[in-house]
T-cell receptor
Framework: SQTIHQWPATLVQPVGSPLSLECTVE??????LYWYRQAAGRGLQLLFY??????ISSEVPQNLSASRPQDRQFILSSKKLLLSDSGFYLC????????????FGSGTQLSVL | TQLLEQSPQFLSIQEGENLTVYCNSS?????LQWYRQEPGEGPVLLVT?????EVKKLKRLTFQFGDARKDSSLHITAAQPGDTGLYLC???????????????FGQGTILTVHP
C-alpha cells in the first residue's frame, strides 16, 4: 500500500532563516506531488505541483521554492523566511493526469517568529 | 480561477441532530471531492462524485453532486461527536485537457458535535 511521509511535524524558525521541508512517498511510481498551505485550519492553497523529476510548477508568486530530486521525493525550501510564511504545510500525491484523489501527509506546522 | 463557496463556515450542533454542508460555484467541475480533516493532521478523502445528479452514501453521510456539476452537498444524519472536524470540498476544474489533480478547495466547514 502507498504511504506518504512528511517531516518535521512542527517547526519554529526565526525570520530570515532558511527552510527545508521534506516529503516522500512509498508504494507508488511516478506520482504527481503537491505542496499546499493551509491558514488557520481553513481552505488549502496550492503552492507547487510536480508531474515528474525536476518538473516544478508554481501556482502563486512567493518566497518559497520546491524541488523534486527523486521520483518520490518533494522538498519545499526558502532561503530567508518571512513572518507571512507561517502556516500549516501539507504534501500530497495523486496518480495520473486526471488524478482527482489526493492523499495527504500529516502536515508541518511552521511558525516564523 | 474557479472558486468554491462553502457554507456554513461554522456549525455547532448536539449529538443526534442532522446537518447539511453546501459547496457552490458558478463554474462547472469535472469531479468533486469531500475531505475530512482533524486538527494537526492532513485531510482524508471521504468521497469523489463525478456524474451530475450523483448521490453517494457512506454510512450516515450522504453526498450529492448537482445536476449541472456546479454544486455539491454533504448531509450527515444523527451526528455523533466523532464527526467533529473540518470538512472541505474540492473540485477538479473542467477546463479541458489534463488537470494533474490540481484541486480548487472550498474554505471549509468547522463542525462541532456536542455530546
Amino acid at each position: 500500500s502507498q504511504t506518504i511521509h512528511q517531516w518535521p511535524a512542527t517547526l519554529v524558525q526565526p525570520v530570515g532563516s532558511p527552510l527545508s521541508l521534506e516529503c516522500t512517498v512509498e508504494g507508488t511510481s511516478n506520482p504527481n506531488l503537491y505542496w499546499y498551505r493551509q491558514a488557520a485550519g481553513r481552505g488549502l492553497q496550492l503552492l507547487f505541483y510536480s508531474v515528474g523529476i525536476g518538473q516544478i510548477s508554481s501556482e502563486v508568486p512567493q518566497n518559497l521554492s520546491a524541488s523534486r530530486p527523486q521520483d518520490r521525493q518533494f522538498i519545499l525550501s526558502s532561503k530567508k523566511l518571512l513572518l507571512s510564511d507561517s502556516g500549516f504545510y501539507l504534501c500530497a500525491w495523486s496518480i495520473g493526469p486526471d488524478g482527482e484523489k489526493l492523499f495527504f501527509g500529516s502536515g508541518t506546522q511552521l511558525s516564523v517568529l | 480561477t474557479q472558486l468554491l463557496e462553502q457554507s456554513p463556515q461554522f456549525l455547532s450542533i448536539q449529538e443526534g441532530e442532522n446537518l447539511t454542508v453546501y459547496c457552490n460555484s458558478s463554474s462547472v467541475f469535472s469531479s468533486l471531492q469531500w475531505y475530512r480533516q482533524e486538527p494537526g493532521e492532513g485531510p482524508v478523502l471521504l468521497v469523489t462524485v463525478v456524474t451530475g445528479g450523483e448521490v453517494k452514501k457512506l454510512k450516515r453521510l450522504t453526498f450529492q453532486f448537482g445536476d449541472a456539476r456546479k454544486d455539491s452537498s454533504l448531509h450527515i444524519t444523527a451526528a455523533q461527536p466523532g464527526d467533529t472536524g473540518l470538512y472541505l470540498c474540492a473540485g477538479t476544474p473542467n477546463a479541458g485537457g489534463t488537470s494533474y489533480g490540481k484541486l480548487t478547495f472550498g474554505q471549509g466547514t468547522i463542525l462541532t458535535v456536542h455530546p
